[in-house]
Every structure is written in structure tokens, then in C-alpha cells.
């Protein structure tokens, strides 16, 4: 097909000399270029009012603050001058605009700023873990090495997290191989069994109970695998069991988010389906998921990110090494939220920076399975996949395929 | 996973050279005797002799449909009431009538596609070829690729290319076929539904990027690619422009010499264009949809028995 395709484009479009050249053509009319009219631009008025308003408030807030009122901290006086600043824009705006224009502007002014804050809070928390992660993440070693020679005054240039890094990777890769067709086909329980009267009856009590599960707080799905699989079937405490308890956490997410895009597959393609004599799983697994493959990959990729962030789970079934240690069904193992966790509460500022460049690595690893779903879950153009081999219209078949054509014209 | 419901394309296509799969047990399709059809064969033999191999029984013998007091449910409400009617092997056979008369109910009653809205019921009998399609132990999934659908919007699978599209009856009947069959298959249904010539060099693009009539086209294609006896058609044109329309209703005049078909039609000047037969169904609010006369298409439309017929063929209602 590769070989045939840019030979068969270049045939249809015409010839270049078929086209009238520029020369052949009429000259236009020598009109001016048109100004565009500005759209939904701000005026320089609405501009300083803001901006008049956000100084005037800060300037008040200080007075009352530094130099009136007894009240002191920075929380206090943030949420101050944002409260003058909407009431002197409300005034400020009254003062030129009608009731409802001001009304219109100070929501507006609302929306952006809680926007802004959530921008600035995600900044803050970001900021706040480089800064004080840094320090060891820095150093090459960090991602390199395990733990395991490094004692609580040793300098930061020995010891890493690469044994969290692993055991984070296995536990999370075990928990979505087990979660996943889980909440899958769950999801495809729910929306296909609903159909017939005695699926409907079992589909209710599921999808309370998977509604229930997301809210299931972490520590008993840690509390839960350490009394189940570790002391009554005497599992040992390993990643196995880690990779266990998360998938208790990210089945339920994954089945939410999975029922949602399974639901949205049009029942029309179904039908097609079954009106070409497919039985209900070969349309499920040929038709509804290839259909819904986009939307089921950010469901994966929202359960891997609660799973791969969770501590507490991991805290009652994985132990804690400072070892590495690949084997996930033996020994302890460790995770980064376990690593962090481990190491933020010792009193050693070396110690505490490890930590927060463990959180730093977390993030990373969250940022990169994001990015790697995002591109997996794109529809692929079908063209960019395995490429046919050109159908090879046999001159027979074409023959007779044309001669049948003209017989039944004829028969007409 | 379907043995008794094994197509008879692979013969029926490629058939002379390769050996019978051995899973065509076929019962309900003698090839020779051809009982079900009063085989009007000799105007469509030429044409389907030709692209098919000509050794085999099916193409040759066109399958005919027959209901018989065929009455319809929704929950409590009857929809239709003892409709019977013959529709002929090799003939087009239109459906016209008002909306909401039970035209579209009473074709998804044919291939077994009513019983999967909850609540629906029947009473009845539909027989393919004499064999009573909701016998008990007949598996719809058997009957489904036996009568084919198109439907009204066209619904190419957008997650797959042309290509995909065509043959996803193999894969969604569990059909195995080799690649070489798969690309005459491909071939040969996109032919028969005339769209082989515009889509040829491009069949790895998804179906979605047909223009509307060209992706009802596609649908036919892949209806014809599990090689049905029988295709429905449920008002196949209603969501397309006029050009598109005629382009189909060529494939249909073309497709008539290879199956029978079943088109439901609210154009009555569709209805007389291409059918041989045609039947007008006619409800009114309280009283569920039945037939108020059926026959040869010329004869509906020139010199209708029933008043109401001439009224509605005349455009004076509906």
C-alpha cells in the first residue's frame, strides 16, 4: 500500500499545467485590506479599575494590618486584601458600569482568581518539594543507588532511591495487570448485563458496592490484605502483597471511570454488530472497546495515579528495606511514598532532603505514565498501523468483477 | 463458534480451487433443489454466476422470507397485528406506509433484532427458506448472518479502517479466513456495493472519513461480506442527499440478482423505483399496524384495491 499510495494521489490531482496560471487570471479588484473589528478585548478602563483596585486594597491591607488592627501573618493578610480588593472593584466599578455589568466583572473576577489559586497553589507544593529536594536529586547518585550502605550521617553524595523506584514500578505494574481487566470488565458487566431482566437485578448491588469501594478509606485496604493474604494465607510481607492491597484501591477507580466511557459507545454500533450474527462478547471485545480505547486508557492512568501515590497500604504489607530488592514475592520491599515517608520523620536535614527528592522522583514517574497513556490512548489513524499489503486486483477478478457489473446493467 | 452457521463464502467467493471447509452443514439451504424460492432465477443467473464461483449451490438458489400471523409487542402495546406476507427470492420487496406503522419493528422482527429491545414480545412465525427462523434452539446469531441489516444512519465502526469495516463480519461471527480470501473479500463486497472504485487506494482509512452516502455504502458492503441470503434495509437513504441516494439505489437494483431484499422505504417514488413487490402498512392510533395490501409493485401503484392505498400512493395522507 506504501508503494502504491503516493502514486495514486499524485494521479488524481490534475496536471499541473490544468491549472490556470496567475497570469490567466483576472486581476482582482485593488481593494484595501479590511480592518478586523476587535472581539472581546478588554478596554484600558476595565484594565486600571482592576489593577486600581488590586493596589488600593493592598495599600489599605497594609495600613489596617501594620499600622491599625492588632492581627499579624501572612494567611490573614492575603485573604484580606483579596476581600478589599473585590469590594473596592465592586465600588471602583459602580462608580462608572450599571448593576449588572459590576455583577457580570466581579464574577468573572471570582473565576479567574480561584483558577489562579489552584494554579498557584499545585505551583506552591511543586516549587516547595524541588526546593527542598534538590539538594540530594541533584547528585546522580540519588537515582542510582539503594540505601543499603548508607548510614544517618553520611553525606548526601551516598544512598538513593533506586531500590523505592523499583519496588514502586513492580507493586504499581502488579496492581494494574491485576486491576485493570478487573474493572474493565467489570465496567462491561455493569453497562451490557442491564439489558436482560436478571442482569439488572445483580447490576444494582455491584455498582453500589464499587461506588462504595472508591471511598474506601486506604488504611483498610492495607488493614484488609495484612489480615486476608499475610496472616490468615501466610503470604509474606512483600510487594506481591503491596501490589495486592492497591489493587483493592485502584480497581473501583478504574471501573468508575471505565462504566462512564463503555456507556458512551452508541448502542447503533451495536447493533451493526449483532446484525452481522456477532455474539455479545465478540461485540464487547471487537466493537465497544476498541471504541471506547481512548477513554479507557485515561481510566487506567487514573487508577495507576491514586495507586502509585498511595503510602498506607503499602506501609502494612510491604515492610521496609533499604535494600534492593527486585524479587517482589519474598522480602521486604520498598516504595518511594514508603521511602518518603520513611525518611521525612528522621532528624537528619540530609535525610529529610532524600525524602523530598523521593517525592520529586513520585512526581516524575506520575508525569511520565500520564504522558506515555496520553500518547498510547490516541486513536490511531487506522493508516498508521500495520500497513495492508496492496490488494492485488488480479486482472481475472477485476475482469469478471467488471463484466458482472455490466451483466446485471444490462439485465436492468 | 458458529458451525451450523458457517457462510458459504469461502466456496461461494473463491470456491472451485480450494477444498469445501469442511464446516458447512447448511441444512436449510438445499443448493440444488432451491423448494424456498419459486426461483425466478433465469433474469439474475448471468450476473451472480459470474463473479462467484459457479459451482456452488447458494448463489444460485435465492432464499425467501414468509411471515405467517406475525403479531408484536411492546410491553403492553401492540404494534402489530397478524401480518403475513411473502417475500420473494430474488425480488425487492419495499415496505411503505406512514410513520409510526410498525414498518421498522416488523423488519427487525425478521432477523431477530426486535428481541433485543426489553419488553418486546411476539407471536408468530417467521420462516427463512420454510424453517421457522424463532424455532426453539435457533440461535439469532446464526439467524442475523443469514439476514443481514442496513441501517437507517449509516454506522461504520470507527475504530477500525475501510478495510476492517468490510470484514468485520469474519471477525465478529468467528469466521477464520486467510488473507488472501480476506482481500478478495474486500474486494468483491466493495464491488458489489459500488464503492470499490473510490475507495480502492485508500482502504486503510478509518470509515469515518467516507462522505454519508459513501459510508452507507460501506455498511452494505459490509453486510454483503458474511454473504447473507436475505438483506434489510431500514429507509437506507432517509439521511442522505439525492445524489448519494441514487448511487444507492443503483447498488440495490444491482444487488438484486444475488439475495432477496427487504427495503423500508418513506419515499414512495424510491418504493417504485426499485421493487418488484411492496407492501403498505397503515396504523392508526389506537389499532396496532397491519397490512393493508400487498402485491406487485405496478399493480400497487396504478390500480390499488383498497382506497386508502390509493390515497397514500397519491400522497393525499401520511
Redesign the interface.
Known amino acids: 500500500?506504501s508503494t502504491?499510495?503516493p502514486g495514486?494521489?499524485l494521479d488524481a490531482l490534475p496536471a499541473p499545467e490544468d491549472r490556470p496560471g496567475p497570469e490567466d487570471r483576472p486581476a482582482p479588484d485593488a481593494l484595501p485590506e479590511q480592518q478586523r473589528i476587535r472581539l472581546g478585548g478588554v478596554t484600558r478602563e476595565e484594565v486600571l479599575t482592576l489593577a486600581g483596585a488590586a493596589g488600593g486594597s493592598l495599600g489599605l491591607d497594609w495600613l489596617l494590618y501594620e499600622r491599625i488592627l492588632p492581627f499579624s501573618g501572612a494567611f490573614g493578610f492575603l485573604l484580606c486584601w483579596y476581600l478589599l480588593f473585590l469590594a473596592l472593584y465592586a465600588v471602583a466599578g459602580r462608580l462608572q458600569w450599571d448593576a449588572l455589568t459590576v455583577r457580570e466583572r466581579l464574577a468573572t473576577a471570582l473565576a479567574w482568581s480561584s483558577g489562579l489559586l489552584v494554579l498557584a497553589v499545585i505551583g506552591d507544593q511543586i516549587g516547595y518539594v524541588l526546593y527542598r529536594g534538590l539538594d540530594a536529586a541533584r547528585h546522580l547518585n540519588f537515582f542510582t543507588e539503594s540505601m543499603r550502605s548508607t548510614a544517618a550521617l553520611d553525606p548526601i553524595t551516598s544512598g538513593g532511591c533506586l531500590h523505592a523506584v523499583v519496588g514502586s514500578l513492580e507493586q504499581l505494574g502488579m496492581a494494574t495487570l491485576f486491576s485493570v481487566p478487573l474493572g474493565i470488565l467489570t465496567a462491561v458487566f455493569l453497562v451490557e448485563s442491564g439489558?436482560t431482566?436478571r442482569g439488572a437485578r445483580l447490576v444494582k448491588p455491584v455498582r453500589v458496592l464499587v461506588e462504595a469501594m472508591t471511598a474506601l478509606p486506604s488504611i483498610v485496604a492495607g488493614l484488609f490484605v495484612l489480615g486476608v493474604v499475610i496472616l490468615t494465607l501466610g503470604v509474606e510481607k512483600s510487594g506481591f502483597a503491596a501490589s495486592l492491597a492497591l489493587t483493592v484501591m485502584m480497581m473501583p477507580i478504574v471501573t468508575r471511570a471505565a462504566e462512564v466511557v463503555v456507556r458512551l459507545v452508541?448502542g447503533?454500533?451495536k447493533?451493526?454488530?449483532?446484525?452481522?450474527?456477532?455474539?455479545q462478547w465478540?461485540?464487547v471485545w471487537?466493537?465497544v472497546l476498541?471504541?471506547a480505547?481512548p477513554g479507557l486508557t485515561t481510566a487506567v492512568v487514573l487508577g495507576m495515579a491514586r495507586g502509585v501515590g498511595e503510602t498506607s497500604p503499602v506501609l502494612l504489607t510491604a515492610g521496609f528495606t533499604t535494600r534492593l530488592n527486585l524479587d517482589a514475592f519474598h522480602d521486604n520491599q520498598a516504595s518511594l511514598p514508603l521511602f518518603i515517608w520513611n525518611y521525612v520523620k528522621q532528624p537528619y536535614p540530609d535525610m529529610v532532603a532524600r525524602a523530598f527528592a523521593g517525592g520529586l522522583t513520585l512526581m516524575a514517574v506520575v508525569l511520565i505514565l500520564f504522558v506515555t497513556a496520553r500518547v498510547l490512548g490516541r486513536?490511531r489513524?487506522?493508516?498508521e498501523?500495520r500497513?495492508?499489503?496492496p490488494?492485488?486486483?488480479t486482472a481475472a477478478?477485476a475482469a469478471?468483477?467488471s463484466?458482472?457489473?455490466k451483466?446485471?446493467?444490462v439485465?436492468? | 463458534?458458529?458451525e451450523t452457521?458457517q457462510p458459504p463464502y469461502p466456496a461461494a467467493e473463491f470456491g472451485d480451487g480450494t477444498t469445501d471447509p469442511p464446516t458447512i452443514p447448511l441444512p436449510p439451504v438445499p443448493a440444488d433443489g432451491a423448494p424456498g424460492g419459486p426461483s425466478d432465477g433465469p433474469?439474475?443467473g448471468?450476473?451472480?454466476g459470474?463473479?462467484h464461483g459457479p459451482s456452488h449451490g447458494p448463489s444460485n438458489g435465492l432464499s425467501g422470507l414468509e411471515t405467517r400471523d406475525l403479531t408484536a409487542w411492546f410491553g403492553q402495546r401492540k404494534v402489530l397485528e397478524r401480518v403475513s406476507l411473502q417475500m420473494r427470492a430474488g425480488e425487492i420487496t419495499a415496505l411503505i406506509g406512514p410513520s409510526g406503522c410498525g414498518k421498522s419493528t416488523y423488519l427487525r422482527i425478521l432477523?431477530r433484532?426486535h428481541e433485543?429491545v426489553?419488553g418486546a414480545a411476539l407471536a408468530g412465525e417467521v420462516l427463512l427458506d420454510g424453517e421457522d427462523v424463532y424455532a426453539t434452539g435457533r440461535r439469532?446469531?446464526?439467524v442475523?448472518?443469514?439476514i443481514?441489516?442496513v441501517?437507517q444512519?449509516p454506522?461504520p465502526?470507527?475504530?477500525?479502517?475501510l478495510?476492517?469495516n468490510v470484514i468485520?463480519?469474519l471477525?465478529?461471527?468467528?469466521i477464520k479466513a486467510s488473507?488472501d480470501e480476506r482481500?478478495?473479500l474486500?474486494?468483491?463486497s466493495l464491488?458489489q456495493a459500488g464503492l470499490w472504485d473510490e475507495v480502492?487506494?485508500?482502504?486503510?482509512?478509518?470509515g469515518g472519513a467516507l462522505s454519508g452516502g459513501q459510508q452507507q455504502r460501506l455498511?452494505i458492503a459490509?453486510?454483503l461480506a458474511?454473504s447473507p441470503e436475505i438483506l434489510l434495509m431500514d429507509e437506507p437513504c432517509s439521511a442522505l442527499d439525492p445524489t448519494s441516494t441514487r448511487r444507492i439505489e443503483e447498488t440495490i437494483?444491482?444487488l438484486r440478482?444475488r439475495l432477496t431484499i427487504v427495503i423500508v422505504t418513506h419515499n414512495m417514488q424510491q418504493a417504485q423505483r426499485v421493487s418488484q413487490s411492496c407492501a403498505f402498512f397503515l396504523a392508526s392510533h389506537d389499532t396496532p399496524g397491519r397490512i393493508v395490501e400487498a402485491g406487485p409493485t405496478e399493480r400497487l401503484f396504478t390500480s390499488p384495491a383498497d382506497p386508502r392505498t390509493a390515497d397514500y400512493v397519491n400522497g393525499r395522507f401520511g
Open positions: 500500500m502504491t499510495h495514486n494521489t439489558s431482566r452508541p447503533t454500533l447493533e451493526a454488530s449483532y446484525a452481522l450474527g456477532a455474539s465478540r461485540t471487537h466493537v476498541p471504541t480505547r486513536h489513524t487506522p493508516s498501523r500497513t495492508r499489503r490488494l492485488r486486483a477478478t469478471t468483477a463484466a458482472a457489473n451483466a446485471a446493467q439485465a436492468n | 463458534m458458529t452457521a433474469s439474475g448471468p450476473s451472480d459470474s463473479s432477523n433484532m433485543m426489553r439469532p446469531a446464526e442475523r448472518r443469514r443481514g441489516m441501517f444512519r454506522n465502526f470507527p475504530a477500525m479502517s478495510y476492517d468485520s463480519g471477525k465478529l461471527a468467528g488473507r482481500d478478495h474486500v474486494e468483491s464491488r480502492s487506494n485508500r482502504l486503510g482509512t478509518p455498511c459490509r453486510s458474511v437494483a444491482e440478482h
